[in-house]
């Protein structure tokens, strides 16, 4: 029997700008195992560097050369594509289950946008507190997109919330492919900057 390798869990994923396609990529790593009929598996974890724009086909065919690659520099196990057993959902969790951002303000203005494309968010939560003093007034978005271009107020941190408070969308669904903050208004009394947290989950 040959040797099979199936897919058995998300390890980590992390998002980075790569500067050569000017695009966000995620980095996916995956525990996999080696096995015949299932007798003493070997255990190893590969990784694979997807694209927002990959379809699953790409997303999938770049897992397996990723278990190919591998399990040969691993093991020095030829293992062949069609050996390579991935069931349908491994390609669906090419993301984290929940992204979170922290973005600095000391004026009005945009925070970095949160590539979720892969695996969109909808419920969220936000978090504004007073750095190097107490802010006096502010006004912060939580904000979705569809296409990264048109963005819509899922929640607005104010300082009538007050700081150090969250935010939360409870049980409202805002199914989003990206999201970001945006100081709408700020006053910073004695506070030197505002720091703001964004947390969306599936």
């Not at 299932?38 to 990723?66: C, E, G, L, Y």
């Not at 003093?133 to 978005?141: D, I, K, N, R, Y």
């Not at 700081?163 to 669904?173: F, L, Q």
Request: net charge negative; aromatic share 8%; hydrophobic share 45%.
């Amino acid at each position: 029997m040959a040797l099979k390798s199936v897919f058995l869990s998300m390890v980590n994923c992390s998002v980075f700008f790569d500067p050569i396609s000017s695009r966000n990529l995620t980095k996916v790593a995956f525990e996999m195992y080696l096995s015949e009929d299932n007798v003493n598996p070997r255990t190893f974890v590969s990784d694979a560097i997807i694209d927002p724009a990959d379809s699953t086909a790409i997303i999938r065919q770049k897992m397996i050369d990723a278990i190919v690659l591998k399990a040969q520099s691993e093991f020095a196990v030829t293992l062949p594509k069609e050996d390579i057993l991935l069931p349908t959902y491994a390609t669906g969790l090419t993301s984290p289950a929940s992204e979170t951002r922290q973005d600095i303000f000391t004026a009005p203005g945009v925070g970095q946008t949160i590539d979720t494309s892969l695996r969109p968010l909808s419920v969220f939560s936000i978090l504004v507190t007073g750095i190097g003093g107490v802010p006096l007034a502010w006004e912060v978005a939580f904000e979705g997109s569809l296409n990264g271009l048109a963005w819509s107020e899922i929640l607005r941190h104010t300082h009538l919330v007050g700081t150090g408070a969250t935010i939360y969308s409870g049980s409202n669904r805002n199914p989003s492919l990206f999201i970001r903050s945006r100081c709408v208004s700020l006053t910073l009394g004695t506070a030197a900057a505002i720091g703001t947290t964004i947390l969306g989950v599936p």
